[in-house]
């Protein structure tokens, strides 16, 4: 509640304080908050060493979703040695527990033949099965299979479909590929007015 503000003032550093007192008691989904405010520095010293930590601690429980931020820790080197290796089997473990984030990210690793290897079909059914959660990153991933027929028949149309419902989910990258697609008139009428619209809501992407 203090991490989202809800019911009491927003307050990181109170929030860190109680995820401390339950993930010391052993509760996962607490280990793993707890270095999620690690690896973002929130109400603590930013620390990706005190992340991987964490979230070692609850992947060893099952917890899904800090095997799927572990894994993102070796896939990136961060607070571990880089190891795709790694990255790929954490991934494998969260996505045997049906986690959408996990899918999302070991559809990539198979898309870029990273501790896999490369099977663009592969990659579009782990997306799949991600955007049935609605995933934002996984929509426009799969988004980009279809712009460039990558595991899938080429399609302007469908590819706009995923980057629009990602992009209107916030994700920077998929309003950054809508917009082009806006711009070159593929998928969609070509419309300069829609292209500025969405390429300036991703300036990071531009």
Do not use: C, H
């Amino acid at each position: 509640m203090y991490d989202k503000g809800q019911g009491v003032i927003q307050s990181d550093e109170e929030a860190v304080k109680w995820y401390r007192k339950a993930a010391e008691q052993g509760n996962a989904l607490a280990e793993d908050n707890l270095g999620v405010m690690f690896q973002k520095g929130r109400g603590v010293n930013q620390s990706d060493e005190e992340a991987v930590k964490w979230y070692r601690k609850a992947a060893e429980q099952g917890y899904a979703n800090a095997q799927n931020n572990l894994g993102a820790m070796y896939r990136d080197g961060r607070g571990v040695p880089q190891s795709d290796t790694e990255a790929v089997k954490l991934f494998r473990k969260a996505v045997e527990q049906g986690d959408g984030f996990a899918q999302d990210n070991l559809g990539f690793m198979y898309a870029k033949g990273r501790g896999v290897p490369q099977s663009d079909e592969e990659a579009v059914k782990l997306y799949r099965k991600a955007v049935e959660q609605g995933k934002a990153g996984a929509q426009n991933n799969l988004g980009w299979m279809y712009k460039n027929g990558l595991g899938v028949p080429q399609s302007d149309e469908e590819a706009v479909k995923w980057f629009r419902k990602a992009a209107e989910q916030g994700n920077a990258l998929a309003q950054y590929n809508l917009g082009v697609m806006y711009r070159d008139g593929r998928g969609v009428p070509q419309s300069d007015a829609e292209a500025a619209k969405w390429i300036r809501k991703a300036p990071a992407k531009r």
